[in-house]
């Protein structure tokens, strides 16, 4: 019986998130070290020609279901025909995206199949023929290393952590035939969030902006908006009318737990810090070399943000281009490239 | 609820808002919102609706109740006998929120922060000393006096400044005075101003525990709130200590040559902390101090003692942000007042009113016209450029 | 409406959180035990839930000894009655084996509506709600920020991926909360000493028919292998090359190699 990693896609908007390459990737990654064969789950709106792009991250199979009526029945169908499908191929890993929709899916597959779960996972290693699987828990104040018994082996990838990998092969695309059935819980409706926006207390990355924007917040949504982040504001921002109270990050507005946090013309009061302490990477920019920010900062720039931040998005805009929806560059396809 | 009769004595003459001449307003919620339910006689009438069943607890009812600063100038301005006891029934009011729960998230954080972390910024207790880092102070053993410092002085990056510069001092002095560093636990004062009276007695009751383990017998606060709980609050239960305010014991220390002021050509004016001035009635000390400063020229605000506008940060805001910015709010014409009368330095006394008045120049612009300065940091020249 | 609230203790993530001398657990001296945030939301809503449909809240929660504070803490909120899980030997069970015991005490008590919290702020999990919804072969409807019951039907809003989805579902149905939801009432702690009167049923393993080999340590599917601190922030790191453009590119450059910072 050959081995087998199953990946398991999400469509956003009618492209793979960044987190589905970055999943398969470290599927094709774990399938090299024990020889095995990476299957790649489509379902949903993808037609074949899309979905063929997983080629280029080492997909060795794709199984494509293009059912529009999967979205409508909400998890329970995606977990029916998810439970038929590992039964089948009997993977030893599953891998999917720790998105919202990922991990409600993972932990109803993981109870449905008895099969043991690695939620929000940023890193796998394989020893002796087992494998470690690291996760934070605590609020990421603690880092946990976890050993699954049993096989499949679900892991649900945190997103923006594992790196994607470019590793082109000629895959097969073979149609997933499923019988969707009818969920017990049905969707009536989606509406993405106005502009947008991004809930901050959940989002990922987040530049915030305060005092030293005078008011102009267009290069901090600017940056925002191509790291996919959330935009946040100081309580001196919110009192002066630029923001409002909604985007405050503190004490007495949201508290955010990112993995990287931008403090762009902020201070640094103990009241700000309070709400966002507790992100993983913190970069502030700001005019004042004296700013408390930087005590509590992983990196700092003094200057001025309307001169730093159009660097850094000019140089973000370099390095990582967006060459269209379908084929993001990712760190190591660009130093290939050059060198 | 107790002083519930209180309401029935008011009948809106509308004092309570006013300045001593009836020139301005001085309800610092009343600048700030406008509204006369936002004014002690409405929120006096507001309550009694609500103990005759005519309106229900609301969100707006709560934010209404929880914007006080409990600066006091009611207290002052009112001219009925319910004056006395004004301050707390609004207490009373917010502690029957408090027990149904009904109280605002903000409100409800601050006390959670309080009781599970120790501090309103949930930061370890360990932190707490990090203030006092090569000053010189020692931690509490047996000295004559113990520096309370409390949650903003040990926390708030302005509030250890002032902490230090207070410290500092008293090093200089030579003075026995020691602190309790991580040991130190919240005073409780703005707890209990914001109606969690079980949770104040908690705090109490562990505070007078330690100090009289200790040894405690005199007590300097940073903070006026400290000061208030302390001097008026901890005899109720069984906590009698000699509580002075830092600006007491500089004026000693003055007199008895302790210390020497450094001389100052700086044009700077004087902020009455409510809980130092109408609550604890020290206006003259501070006003000493600076007349002890050689070279230095002190104007009086318009709004000045028993009359001085709050900086809105009592009454929990500083921590709850209730009461918020804004061109009205409090602070910023606190700020413009300091400004008219043309001084370089705005001399302040407490941690909070030192945050609030800061935050306030910042929002103003005037950071180049003004600048915050707390008694220690005047007493050495005036604020580090 | 019967409704069934699941509840954890957890420590409370903004103290101080160290390892113990064994590498797979945490000192517990200094830890400060609280509810659940998550689940704090769940009690609040399912108290507004009765106050306008009318019915009962029962509180259900799996742990030891210390766990009772926090379904007083939901009693003093306003729930009518606890139900507490307590044997030693559902100590260390994982995520499947805490959803099968609280899927197992479920059949004995009436429910229309089960809520829980997505997570708890110890495991970050994710998954008991959905385990136990799997096991009471009833469907699950996670993060969700906003909810209306009509008829027998639930509709929840739920935000996925700065969407928000609504969703509907006939009851019974267990939904996990999200924050945002609501803001849950305070509780003072002679309330929280008051709802001792409050009655807590105690359930151990046997009660609930459990083979206490299937859970606990022998159970685990997931098991702890190690615990680390992750690294400490050591003092920031200032860029102070030439230019803006210089510092930029060094930013971007350390940036890249921690997050992924290219786009899809």
Same mark, same amino acid.
């Given at each position: 019986?050959?081995?087998?990693?199953?990946?398991?896609?999400?469509?956003?908007?009618?492209?793979?998130?960044?987190?589905?390459?970055?999943?398969?990737?470290?599927?094709?990654?774990?399938?090299?070290?024990?020889?095995?064969?990476?299957?790649?789950?489509?379902?949903?709106?993808?037609?074949?020609?899309?979905?063929?792009?997983?080629?280029?991250?080492?997909?060795?199979?794709?199984?494509?279901?293009?059912?529009?009526?999967?979205?409508?029945?909400?998890?329970?169908?995606?977990?029916?025909?998810?439970?038929?499908?590992?039964?089948?191929?009997?993977?030893?890993?599953?891998?999917?995206?720790?998105?919202?929709?990922?991990?409600?899916?993972?932990?109803?597959?993981?109870?449905?199949?008895?099969?043991?779960?690695?939620?929000?996972?940023?890193?796998?290693?394989?020893?002796?023929?087992?494998?470690?699987?690291?996760?934070?828990?605590?609020?990421?104040?603690?880092?946990?290393?976890?050993?699954?018994?049993?096989?499949?082996?679900?892991?649900?990838?945190?997103?923006?952590?594992?790196?994607?990998?470019?590793?082109?092969?000629?895959?097969?695309?073979?149609?997933?035939?499923?019988?969707?059935?009818?969920?017990?819980?049905?969707?009536?409706?989606?509406?993405?969030?106005?502009?947008?926006?991004?809930?901050?207390? &959940? /989002?990922? $990355?987040?530049?915030?902006?305060?005092? %030293?924007?005078? !008011? =102009?917040?267009?290069?901090?949504?600017?940056?925002?908006?191509?790291?996919?982040?959330?935009?946040?504001?100081?309580?001196?921002?919110?009192?002066?009318?630029?923001?409002?109270?909604?985007?405050?990050?503190?004490?007495?507005?949201?508290?955010?737990?990112?993995?990287?946090?931008?403090?762009?013309?902020?201070?640094?009061?103990?009241?700000?810090?309070?709400?966002?302490?507790?992100?993983?990477?913190?970069?502030?920019?700001?005019?004042?070399? &004296? /700013?408390? $920010?930087?005590?509590?900062?992983?990196? %700092?720039?003094? !200057? =001025?943000?309307?001169?730093?931040?159009?660097?850094?998005v000019n140089e973000l805009r370099t390095k990582f281009?967006?060459?269209?929806?379908?084929?993001?560059?990712?760190?190591?396809?660009?130093?290939?490239?050059?060198? | 609820?107790?002083?519930?009769?209180?309401?029935?004595?008011?009948?809106?003459?509308?004092?309570?808002?006013?300045?001593?001449?009836?020139?301005?307003?001085?309800?610092?919620?009343?600048?700030?919102f406008g509204f006369d339910t936002y004014a002690p006689?409405?929120?006096?009438?507001?309550?009694?609706?609500?103990?005759?069943?005519?309106?229900?607890?609301?969100?707006?009812?709560?934010?209404?109740?929880?914007?006080?600063?409990?600066?006091?100038?009611?207290?002052?301005?009112?001219?009925?006998?319910?004056?006395?006891?004004?301050?707390?029934?609004?207490?009373?009011?917010?502690?029957?929120?408090?027990?149904?729960?009904?109280?605002?998230?903000?409100?409800?954080?601050?006390?959670?922060?309080?009781?599970?972390?120790?501090?309103?910024?949930?930061?370890?207790?360990?932190?707490?000393?990090?203030?006092?880092?090569?000053?010189?102070?020692?931690?509490?053993?047996?000295?004559?006096?113990?520096?309370?410092?409390?949650?903003?002085?040990?926390?708030?990056?302005?509030?250890?400044?002032?902490?230090?510069?207070?410290?500092?001092?008293?090093?200089?002095?030579?003075?026995?005075?020691?602190?309790?560093?991580?040991?130190?636990?919240?005073?409780?004062?703005?707890?209990?101003?914001?109606?969690?009276?079980?949770?104040?007695q908690y705090l109490a009751e562990e505070n007078i525990?330690?100090?009289?383990?200790?040894?405690?017998?005199?007590?300097?606060?940073?903070?006026?709130?400290?000061?208030?709980?302390?001097?008026?609050?901890?005899?109720?239960?069984?906590?009698?200590?000699?509580?002075?305010?830092?600006?007491?014991?500089?004026?000693?220390?003055?007199?008895?040559?302790?210390?020497?002021?450094?001389?100052?050509?700086?044009?700077?004016?004087?902020?009455?902390?409510?809980?130092?001035?109408?609550?604890?009635?020290?206006?003259?000390?501070?006003?000493?101090?600076?007349?002890?400063?050689?070279?230095?020229?002190?104007?009086?605000?318009?709004?000045?003692?028993?009359?001085?506008?709050?900086?809105?940060?009592?009454?929990?805001?500083?921590?709850?942000?209730?009461?918020?910015?804004?061109?009205?709010?409090?602070?910023?014409?606190?700020?413009?007042?300091?400004?008219?009368?043309?001084?370089?330095?705005?001399?302040?006394?407490?941690?909070?009113?030192?945050?609030?008045?800061?935050?306030?120049?910042?929002?103003?612009?005037?950071?180049?016209?003004?600048?915050?300065?707390?008694?220690?940091?005047?007493?050495?020249?005036?604020?580090?450029? | 409406?019967?409704?069934?609230?699941?509840?954890?203790?957890?420590?409370?993530?903004?103290?101080?959180?160290?390892?113990?001398?064994?590498?797979?657990?945490?000192?517990?001296?200094?830890?400060?035990?609280?509810?659940?945030?998550?689940?704090?939301?769940?009690?609040?809503?399912?108290?507004?839930?009765?106050?306008?449909?009318?019915?009962?809240?029962?509180?259900?929660?799996?742990?030891?000894?210390?766990?009772?504070?926090?379904?007083?803490?939901?009693?003093?909120?306003?729930?009518?009655?606890?139900?507490?899980?307590?044997?030693?030997?559902?100590?260390?069970?994982?995520?499947?084996?805490?959803?099968?015991?609280?899927?197992?005490?479920?059949?004995?008590?009436?429910?229309?509506?089960?809520?829980?919290?997505?997570?708890?702020?110890?495991?970050?999990?994710?998954?008991?709600?959905?385990?136990?919804?799997?096991?009471?072969?009833?469907?699950?409807?996670?993060?969700?920020?906003?909810?209306?019951?009509?008829?027998?039907?639930?509709?929840?809003?739920?935000?996925?991926?700065?969407?928000?989805?609504?969703?509907?579902?006939?009851?019974?149905?267990?939904?996990?909360?999200?924050?945002?939801?609501?803001?849950?009432?305070?509780?003072?702690?002679?309330?929280?000493?008051?709802?001792?009167?409050?009655?807590?049923?105690?359930?151990?393993?046997?009660?609930?028919?459990?083979?206490?080999?299937?859970?606990?340590?022998?159970?685990?599917?997931?098991?702890?292998?190690?615990?680390?601190?992750?690294?400490?922030?050591?003092?920031?790191?200032?860029?102070?090359?030439?230019?803006?453009?210089?510092?930029?590119?060094?930013?971007?450059?350390?940036?890249?190699?921690?997050?992924?910072?290219?786009?899809?």
């Amino acid at each position: 019986m050959s081995s087998r990693v199953l990946v398991i896609t999400e469509r956003q908007d009618g492209s793979f998130g960044k987190v589905t390459y970055e999943a398969l990737s470290e599927g094709r990654r774990i399938a090299d070290c024990i020889n095995a064969e990476v299957t790649v789950a489509v379902l949903g709106d993808c037609r074949e020609a899309d979905a063929l792009e997983l080629e280029e991250y080492g997909a060795d199979t794709i199984l494509l279901a293009e059912i529009a009526s999967l979205s409508s029945y909400g998890t329970d169908s995606y977990v029916n025909v998810l439970e038929k499908l590992a039964k089948e191929l009997r993977p030893q890993i599953i891998l999917l995206g720790a998105t919202d929709h990922g991990k409600d899916l993972a932990a109803q597959l993981s109870a449905r199949l008895d099969a043991g779960l690695a939620m929000e996972c940023t890193g796998i290693k394989l020893e002796n023929g087992e494998f470690t699987f690291t996760r934070p828990m605590y609020g990421g104040k603690v880092i946990a290393d976890i050993k699954i018994k049993g096989y499949p082996k679900i892991v649900a990838v945190r997103p923006n952590v594992m790196k994607m990998e470019i590793n082109r092969r000629k895959a097969v695309i073979k149609d997933l035939a499923v019988v969707v059935g009818k969920g017990r819980t049905l969707v009536i409706g989606k509406k993405v969030q106005s502009e947008g926006k991004i809930n901050l207390t &959940e /989002a990922d $990355i987040i530049v915030s902006g305060g005092r %030293g924007t005078r !008011g =102009d917040f267009g290069p901090i949504e600017a940056l925002a908006s191509l790291l996919d982040g959330g935009v946040g504001a100081s309580r001196a921002a919110v009192d002066a009318g630029w923001r409002p109270h909604n985007d405050q990050v503190g004490q007495t507005g949201k508290v955010v737990s990112p993995t990287l946090y931008i403090a762009c013309g902020i201070s640094g009061a103990i009241q700000h810090l309070a709400g966002m302490s507790t992100a993983k990477y913190i970069v502030a920019i700001n005019i004042d070399s &004296e /700013a408390p $920010i930087f005590a509590k900062s992983d990196f %700092g720039i003094t !200057g =001025d943000l309307f001169k730093v931040i159009p660097a850094i998005v000019n140089e973000l805009r370099t390095k990582f281009p967006a060459t269209g929806i379908s084929r993001p560059l990712c760190p190591a396809a660009v130093s290939i490239a050059l060198f | 609820m107790e002083y519930a009769d209180l309401t029935r004595l008011c009948f809106r003459c509308g004092y309570c808002k006013f300045s001593a001449d009836y020139g301005e307003f001085n309800c610092p919620s009343y600048l700030k919102f406008g509204f006369d339910t936002y004014a002690p006689g409405g929120r006096m009438w507001l309550i009694k609706a609500w103990l005759t069943r005519q309106i229900d607890i609301s969100a707006n009812y709560m934010k209404i109740l929880y914007t006080c600063a409990t600066c006091g100038n009611c207290k002052e301005q009112c001219v009925m006998d319910l004056k006395t006891n004004l301050l707390d029934l609004f207490e009373a009011a917010k502690s029957e929120l408090v027990e149904e729960g009904a109280v605002p998230p903000a409100v409800r954080d601050y006390f959670k922060a309080i009781s599970i972390n120790g501090n309103p910024y949930k930061e370890p207790q360990s932190e707490r000393g990090k203030w006092a880092e090569g000053i010189g102070i020692e931690v509490f053993d047996g000295h004559e006096y113990l520096f309370y410092v409390g949650d903003v002085g040990s926390y708030d990056e302005r509030g250890k400044k002032m902490a230090t510069s207070v410290a500092s001092v008293f090093v200089d002095a030579g003075l026995s005075i020691g602190m309790l560093g991580e040991e130190e636990i919240s005073d409780g004062n703005d707890v209990k101003a914001l109606g969690e009276k079980w949770l104040f007695q908690y705090l109490a009751e562990e505070n007078i525990k330690l100090f009289n383990a200790r040894g405690v017998k005199k007590i300097i606060t940073l903070d006026p709130h400290a000061y208030n709980a302390f001097r008026v609050e901890y005899p109720k239960f069984g906590g009698n200590f000699e509580v002075q305010h830092y600006t007491q014991l500089f004026l000693t220390l003055i007199k008895n040559k302790a210390i020497h002021p450094e001389s100052s050509d700086l044009k700077v004016t004087y902020h009455d902390p409510c809980y130092l001035g109408r609550h604890g009635g020290v206006y003259d000390a501070p006003r000493e101090i600076l007349k002890c400063v050689p070279g230095l020229h002190f104007s009086e605000m318009g709004r000045n003692g028993k009359n001085a506008l709050c900086c809105g940060g009592g009454g929990g805001n500083f921590f709850t942000d209730m009461m918020g910015g804004g061109e009205e709010s409090p602070a910023r014409i606190r700020v413009r007042e300091a400004l008219e009368t043309g001084c370089q330095g705005l001399v302040v006394a407490c941690p909070l009113c030192a945050k609030m008045l800061e935050d306030a120049v910042k929002a103003e612009g005037v950071e180049t016209r003004i600048r915050i300065q707390d008694l220690a940091e005047t007493l050495k020249g005036g604020v580090e450029r | 409406m019967e409704i069934v609230v699941l509840v954890k203790q957890v420590p409370d993530t903004e103290a101080m959180i160290q390892i113990a001398e064994d590498g797979v657990s945490l000192k517990t001296e200094k830890i400060t035990w609280i509810m659940n945030p998550y689940d704090e939301f769940a009690v609040e809503e399912a108290l507004r839930i009765r106050a306008s449909l009318g019915g009962r809240v029962t509180v259900l929660a799996l742990g030891p000894e210390s766990t009772v504070t926090a379904i007083r803490t939901a009693l003093a909120m306003g729930a009518d009655k606890g139900i507490h899980i307590n044997d030693p030997a559902a100590e260390g069970s994982d995520s499947l084996s805490t959803g099968k015991i609280l899927a197992a005490a479920l059949k004995d008590i009436p429910y229309d509506l089960i809520i829980a919290g997505q997570r708890a702020m110890d495991d970050d999990g994710y998954q008991v709600g959905a385990a136990v919804a799997e096991y009471l072969d009833i469907p699950q409807i996670s993060m969700v920020i906003k909810q209306e019951i009509v008829g027998g039907k639930i509709i929840c809003h739920r935000t996925e991926d700065g969407a928000l989805v609504t969703v509907e579902s006939d009851l019974p149905v267990l939904f996990t909360t999200q924050r945002g939801l609501n803001e849950p009432r305070y509780v003072t702690f002679p309330n929280i000493l008051k709802a001792k009167k409050k009655p807590v049923e105690i359930k151990t393993l046997e009660d609930l028919g459990i083979d206490p080999q299937t859970v606990g340590p022998a159970g685990q599917k997931v098991t702890i292998v190690a615990l680390h601190s992750p690294p400490k922030r050591i003092g920031v790191r200032m860029l102070v090359r030439e230019t803006d453009q210089e510092n930029a590119a060094e930013l971007v450059r350390i940036l890249s190699e921690k997050v992924n910072v290219s786009r899809a």
